[in-house]
């Protein structure tokens, strides 16, 4: 049975940082891309990175520079490293399973909360 | 840049077939797989067709994607209509980039 496990969210001030994790089982995790999703409250949903098997990264452009996906392949665990936050990134973030070659397919974890406030 | 367009909102009855449509504009929707969420309020988004038509273990085949290339847009069509499937439901699909693309959601209401 695939499981995607996040954790790592809470309460930040603007500025602040985080780290949110990711634990994959139930699934060759070298061999998919992995990405994360956000939805801000209320809204629709946001793709912000996604993480290819080699390395290779992508971002949308309101986080380039300020949030960074890596991942462990011998942990089975997706990270987003998360500096400088806004008010703006407050959002229930997402990991996700892709395919083998492209960013979303079949499988969502359940969800981590980050607000940012002072 | 690559966008995804969906109706806000539609509706039907129980037992009815809906179609949701996701128009796509600044590319070819054809270019890249397209996939289709369903979220029911305070749930995690689940997948219920990936690479265009493909539907994952568990999902009813009730559920079907398609894509037009002519109208540069992608469906999703409902047929059997059951309350259970009133929910939000997103397409999704990626640029030439690799970045990611979401529509703006369509909420169904089954009525």
């Known amino acids: 049975e695939v499981q995607l496990l996040g954790s790592g969210g809470g309460l930040v001030q603007p500025g602040g940082s985080l780290r949110l994790s990711c634990e994959a089982s139930g699934f060759s995790f070298s061999d998919y891309v992995m990405t994360w999703v956000r939805q801000a409250p209320g809204k629709g949903l946001e793709w912000v990175s996604s993480i290819r098997v080699p390395g290779t990264t992508t971002y949308a452009d309101s986080v380039k520079g300020r949030l960074t996906i890596s991942r462990d392949n011998s942990k089975n665990t997706l990270y987003l490293q998360m500096n400088s936050l806004r008010a703006e990134d407050t959002a229930v973030y997402y990991c996700?399973?892709?395919?083998?070659?492209?960013?979303?397919?079949?499988?969502w974890g359940q969800g981590i909360l980050v607000t940012v406030s002072s | 840049n690559f966008m995804l367009t969906q109706p806000h909102s539609v509706s039907e009855s129980p037992g009815k077939t809906v179609t949701i449509s996701c128009t796509g504009s600044g590319g070819s929707i054809a270019s890249n797989y397209v996939q289709w969420f369903q979220q029911r309020p305070g749930s995690a988004p689940t997948t219920v067709i990936y690479?265009?038509?493909?539907?994952p273990s568990g999902v009813p085949d009730r559920f079907s994607g398609s894509i037009d290339s002519s109208s540069n847009s992608a469906s999703l069509t409902i047929s059997g209509l059951k309350t259970e499937d009133e929910a939000d439901y997103y397409c999704q699909s990626f640029d030439n980039n690799n970045e990611g693309v979401f529509g703006g959601g369509t909420k169904l209401t089954v009525l």
């Open positions: 690479e265009d038509n493909q539907r």
């Open positions: 996700a399973k892709g395919g083998r070659s492209y960013g979303l397919k079949d499988f």
